[in-house]
DNA sequence: TTGCGTTATTCATTTTAAAACATAACGTTT
DNA sequence: AAACGTTATGTTTTAAAATGAATAACGCAA
């Protein structure tokens, strides 16, 4: 029997290294909108980011797994695109799983 | 079967109101240092805070939970003091209970 | 009644993080 | 070969957050 109250549990999970968050709930939206747009420009204007702090997002990413999750190339048609590689697909797919999870346990222990 | 890494999934819980975040990690190691010294002066140098923040922390959980966490005189005997109150003493403990449960569900997804 | 150490509060300063700006490089398309 | 739109990067500006400094209020103790 909970109590009536506006106070409420909220949380949120993350990913990271020895060199501190790698990635949680906006990496991952501007990794599917990379995935969408074929952009990390157009990722970041969706997100009202700077491409510049996305295009370094992008890069501590590939640089923290190990592996690139985003590949790039410049020039060419439209000027050039970014596309996910496998291993960033598993690990948007991964992090969602974690994230439900998170959700099903914050859910679970709303008796504030 | 993990495959090994340097990767590790971690997270925070709080507890928040319409207005935000109310109570988390830091918020409770304050008031536990408060509760231990009796000063949010103490407690506050103790986490190298300013007192500043401090006082103002206390302030607004003393007003998220709707009762005070914490009680505070001024003057007297050692220039003044603070205190939990019940309700404070309970979050704290609140907190904590949520929280190593937040543990056991990491400790249990570590599977990166 | 003076001093002490704390709570309480405002205001100025510093630090930090993010955004904005400016170019260069690149390879299709026209 | 010029234009286009994007990636790639360094530099500058802005905005937000934290800190520090300053001051008042307070009540006990000496």
Redesign the interface.
Known sequence: MDKSS?????????????KG??LGRGRVELLERIQASGSIRQAAMQMKMSYRQAWEYVKILNEG?GAPLVMSVRGGKGGGNAILTEKGIETIQ?FHA?NA??QL??AE?QN?
């Open positions: 506006s106070l409420r549990l909220n949380g949120r999970i993350w990913i990271e290294t020895e968050r790698l797994f991964q974690l999870k998170l346990f914050l222990n504030l």
